[in-house]
Structures are given as structure tokens and as C-alpha cells.
């Protein structure tokens, strides 16, 4: 299937409405996603990044049913992660010296995944590239999410390939963001940014600043994943400056997971001090045992605050609750503020293990958390409220 875009723009890309788990089960796809692939048409034609490797076969019989092969005179690897890049050695079995151009780490990269020496063509920011009457300017987007990221921008149509950055996964008959539901789609753009480009922020700035100062009018952003944006396209950059920008909501979440029910018992008497004390404040309760990871990993990124919990188990903390907190550690989220809770039969390490743990996660502590023993009774669960309160009095203050 083939879509036109413009006037010289083609999608010719892939919509996988079946995937449920991508980058190896470490981010979940509810609304499955696309791999977006684009054929630019001019007196020359190129062919901008290709598809998963899965669907290398179909891509390539598709795309021969949309062009001719020998007239793709250059090809664009905006990025070589598989799931862009994937198609890329089944196409070169049939146009093997047509030239690639990408960055030099895309190169690189390109070479360790498939180990064959094409004809590749290093480019940096601000080379460009004639089609005839239209240009494809280069813009390197280094660690937007890999070291090999570019851009690339089509003149007189007024394009930005952005390949990562500004997408979801997010399958859909439909192509453009002014034709979807667009709760459904922030939904999956703010879950895409906060797990995959949260810990690159900085470079998020310091690129989104590069281009804007590039004076370049913009009509279309065309993702690698997802819909595009056409309608007031740069909607999507200035959510990205908000989000790079040690994003958040006025939101607590509270992360946990529970053997007997004491510490979920902790958790919801927590949450209900918190309430008490801050009507204003959305309050969410994530058991981590039962959810999924990237949507609770969503929330903490909105929060301003994050309350973690766990028994304690062989002196230790539930390996749920342990597997979350490294992946925030892992994420870099900035400005926000935590605290520990959790309950225990006797030895009873888990909230000094948590505490040390966010720690750990850049996160400024409120104080060294709430433990109680076995399923909480009344007294304890007051404790939890009057807890709840206090913590939120402390978060508040400091805004």
C-alpha cells in the first residue's frame, strides 16, 4: 500500500496493527505502530529509510509495484536501528550500488548490523542534496535517540523527515494528527517520549533550538512511527520543549507491589492523606506487580512526586519493585521528589532499600519513608493517612 503525501512525497511504509512489544519486550505498543518510509519524487528519486526487518519481503515487492527499482537514485538512512534500517539488505540485493547516505556513526552502525560495505555517503548538518528542483538538507540529530540520528528536510515542499523524534506507535487507517483522536495520540506521544528520549532531553533542546534557528518554514513533520503533523505541525515541537524541560504535572504516583495486601493496604491510605491534604492534586496508584511498565513509567514522568512500596522479602525488596526502579534510574528523570513505604514481618529492609534506590534515580527525598509491620491495623493505617498529608504538604512546599 502506497499513500501520497504532497506533490513529490509518497508513504510507502508499513502498518503493523499486531504489535504488542517492541525494542525486545521493553515498551509496550498498545495501538500497535507503523514503520514509515517515504519515496521523494523529483528528477531524482530517493527513498527515505525503509521498514522492520520482518517485513523486508513485502516492502520491497510493494515498493516495486510503486516504482521501478533502478530509478531509486539515492537512498536516505536517517537512522539504522533495525526497525528502520530492517528492509535495507533485501533492497540492496536488487539496486546494490545505489548510493546511502547517512551520518558517519550511521555508517557505523549500518555496517555492525549487517556487515556489507554499500555505497555510503557520510553526511553532517547542513550538507544538501539536489533532487532537481527541490533539495534534501541534511540536519544531524545525534542522540535523538541513537548516536547516528539525523534529519533530513525537503525544500519547496517544506518537510522535516524527523526519523524518532515527534512520533508514537500508534497504528491507525488513518495518516495525519488532525484526523485521529487527539487524546489517543498525546497519549502515545508523551508515553513515546518519556521512555525512549527522556534521558536525552538536553539534546532534545539543544537540537529543536538548531533547527528553529535554521529559519526553515515547516508545512510537515513525517515521523519513522506513527501519524504525521500537518495540521500547526509545530504543536509537537514546542510539546517537546515542555517535556524537555524537567517536565511535570501537578500529579503524584504512587508505584507498589504487595504479597498479603499490607503494603496495597499502605498505598491506598497514603494516597487518601494525600487527597485530604491537596484536593487539587491527581493522585495515582500503580500496583507495578499488575501494570504495564511504560504506562506506569509514563506517569512517574508526569509526576512531581513518587511514593514507592514493597514488603520486605529475604531482606530484600519484590523484584518488580526492584525492575521499575531501574528503569527510572536508567530514564534520568529530573525535579521530582520521593519517599518509601512499605510493610514487613520482621526484619523489615525494604523501605531503607527503596529509599537508598531513588536515591540513586536523582530524586530529592522528602524523608526516610513509612514502615509498618504485617497487615496494617487501624492505628497504622492513620499513620498512613497522617503520612499521606504530610508528604504531600512537603512536596507543596517546595514548588
Not at 533542546?205 to 519513522?224: Q, R
Not at 506513527?226 to 500529579?251: C, F, H, S, T
Request: proline share 3%; hydrophobic share 40%; glycine share 6%.
Amino acid at each position: 500500500m502506497s499513500i501520497k503525501l504532497s506533490p513529490s512525497v509518497t508513504w510507502v511504509g508499513k502498518k503493523d496493527w499486531e504489535l504488542r512489544e517492541f525494542h525486545g519486550m521493553e515498551y509496550s505498543t498498545h495501538r500497535g505502530s507503523s514503520y514509515n518510509s517515504y519515496l521523494v519524487r523529483d528528477e531524482k528519486v530517493a527513498l527515505i529509510d525503509t521498514v522492520w526487518l520482518p517485513f523486508a519481503d513485502e516492502f520491497v515487492k510493494n515498493l516495486k509495484k510503486e516504482i521501478d527499482l533502478s530509478e531509486i537514485d539515492y537512498i536516505i538512512a536517517n537512522h539504522a536501528e533495525v526497525d528502520h534500517s530492517g528492509a535495507l539488505p533485501e533492497l540492496m540485493k536488487e539496486i546494490p550500488d545505489t548510493p546511502i547516505y547517512c551520518t558517519r556513526n550511521g555508517v557505523r552502525s549500518l555496517k555492525g548490523h549487517y556487515h556489507q560495505d554499500w555505497n555510503f555517503v557520510e553526511v553532517k548538518t547542513g550538507d544538501r542534496l539536489s533532487l532537481g528542483k527541490k533539495e534534501l538538507i541534511f540536519i544531524e540529530a545525534r542522540m535523538l535517540h541513537w548516536p547516528d540520528s539525523m534529519f533530513c528536510y525537503l525544500t519547496e515542499e517544506q518537510i522535516l523527515f524527523s526519523n524518532d523524534a515527534f512520533g508514537q506507535h500508534y497504528a491507525t487507517e488513518f495518516m495525519f494528527n488532525d484526523q485521529v483522536d487527539q487524546a489517543e495520540l498525546y497519549q502515545e506521544a508523551i508515553k513515546y517520549y518519556a521512555n525512549i528520549l527522556t534521558p536525552f532531553s538536553s539534546f532534545v533542546e539543544k537540537k529543536i533550538n538548531e533547527f528553529v534557528s535554521l529559519n526553515l518554514p515547516l508545512s510537515m513533520i513525517c515521523t519513522s512511527h506513527g501519524i504525521l503533523w500537518r495540521d500547526n505541525p509545530l504543536q509537537i515541537v514546542e510539546k517537546y520543549m515542555e517535556w524537555a524541560g524537567d517536565y511535570q504535572e501537578n500529579q503524584i504516583t504512587l508505584i507498589y507491589d504487595t504479597m498479603w495486601n499490607g503494603t496495597r493496604r499502605m498505598a491506598e491510605a497514603i494516597a487518601s492523606g494525600i487527597r485530604a491534604a491537596d484536593p487539587e492534586v491527581t493522585v495515582k496508584l500503580c500496583n507495578i506487580g499488575r501494570s504495564d511498565k511504560n504506562d506506569v513509567i509514563t506517569e512517574v514522568f508526569k509526576s512531581k512526586a513518587v511514593l514507592v512500596g514493597s514488603p520486605t522479602i529475604n531482606k530484600g525488596i519484590l523484584t518488580a519493585v526492584a525492575a521499575i526502579l531501574e528503569e527510572i534510574r536508567g530514564l534520568e528523570f529530573k525535579n521530582k521528589k520521593a519517599a518509601a513505604f512499605g510493610s514487613y514481618g520482621w526484619s523489615g529492609e525494604s523501605v531503607k532499600m527503596i529509599t537508598g534506590l531513588l536515591k540513586e534515580c536523582g530524586m530529592e527525598l522528602i524523608d526516610d519513608g513509612i514502615r509498618v509491620m504485617w497487615n496494617p491495623d487501624a492505628d497504622s493505617i492513620a499513620k498512613c493517612v497522617e503520612y499521606g498529608k504530610q508528604a504531600a504538604a512537603a512536596v507543596s512546599k517546595t514548588e
